[in-house]
């Protein structure tokens, strides 16, 4: 069988670039990349990663621990990691520890110790300082995804002034009375989303002098079916119904505009709707939102796992605020006269 050398003849290359070019890993231009790849496709040669893992040491393996699989975001973020680790060479492990404190415990301290990991990537998990400390101890480097993790490079977004942002589209508008959905209190593990978005609208009502009303802030599930369920109670158990809704997500934003239906407003003329995320529905039902490109953030997260791979122990910590797209459609507009 022919071996790395005779690949590197072929394509008259050098050996180096060949095997950079054939594991993903390294800068090689498109041009030598087709080469190599086409010469060990002509002679049959497939690389050898157990080789190459004691070569250099590593698993060619990242970990990935997200909450769940189920929600929308949790499943774009590994899409984005997923597809930016293949383009790299990179095998992906997944965790999913789901609600239960037992199974995240067995991650953090049994499985991701085991080195078969070269490094994590932890999805709105707040990992204590003891937790990153066992990993980089072991040298296992941390990107995390949703929040600030001590010693460790996170990617975020601005939670509470996103929020303020979407109730202050809303205000411009002129809207005064405006509804909050909120996530269930199952949801303020970790970096308390829910209640970072929660105060951002508070704050942006409190801004522009309008009353916080108890009855206008329901809470759901994250899902669709869970805020058309509140939304319902929301729209038909007032005695004034508010102009406009501010979801905590768009899939609870969806839920609301399903509910608005089913008491015959029309979304906006009679109800204007607005969310955060950037799901793919969105477009479908005119949603106004704030796209947080969560397969984007998965992608930046291997870049930063694998830079820090490539440049040792002396990486820097970075605390990257992930830039976000305020996406204006149909759902929102002036509050009915």
Avoid: C
């Amino acid at each position: 069988m022919a071996g790395i050398k005779e690949v590197a003849e072929r394509a008259g290359l050098s050996i180096a670039t060949v095997s950079r070019a054939l594991s993903g890993r390294g800068h090689v231009s498109p041009k030598s990349r087709a080469r190599a790849q086409a010469a060990a496709a002509d002679l049959g040669f497939v690389p050898s990663y157990q080789a190459s893992s004691l070569a250099s040491g590593r698993n060619y393996n990242i970990g990935l621990v997200v909450p769940s699989v189920q929600r929308w975001y949790f499943a774009s973020v590994v899409e984005g990691v997923s597809a930016a680790l293949l383009d790299a060479g990179y095998d992906l492990t997944l965790y999913n520890t789901t609600e239960a404190s037992a199974r995240r415990q067995s991650v953090l301290n049994d499985f991701l110790l085991r080195k078969r990991v070269d490094a994590v990537i932890a999805v709105t998990l707040a990992l204590t300082e003891s937790e990153i400390a066992q990993m980089l101890a072991i040298h296992r480097p941390i990107v995390g995804i949703g929040g600030p993790l001590p010693g460790a490079s996170t990617i975020r977004i601005d939670d509470h002034g996103l929020a303020q942002a979407a109730v202050n589209h809303l205000i411009r508008l002129g809207h005064t009375r405006i509804a909050h959905l909120t996530g269930d209190s199952v949801y303020e593990q970790d970096f308390k989303i829910p209640r970072t978005r929660l105060a951002g609208y508070e704050k942006a009502m409190q801004g522009a002098g309008l009353s916080v009303r108890p009855e206008w802030t329901v809470s759901a599930d994250f899902t669709v079916q869970g805020a058309y369920a509140a939304a319902r109670t929301l729209l038909g158990g007032v005695a004034e119904r508010p102009t406009a809704v501010f979801a905590a997500s768009d899939e609870m934003a969806i839920g609301a505009i399903l509910a608005a239906r089913d008491f015959g407003l029309r979304v906006p003329d009679d109800l204007s709707v607005i969310g955060m995320d950037g799901h793919e529905l969105g477009a479908l039902f005119g949603l106004t939102t704030i796209d947080q490109d969560p397969r984007g953030q998965g992608a930046l997260a291997v870049r930063l796992l694998l830079e820090g791979l490539d440049g040792g122990t002396d990486q820097a910590v970075l605390d990257t605020e992930y830039p976000t797209k305020f996406v204006i459609r149909s759902s929102t507009a002036v509050p009915p006269a």
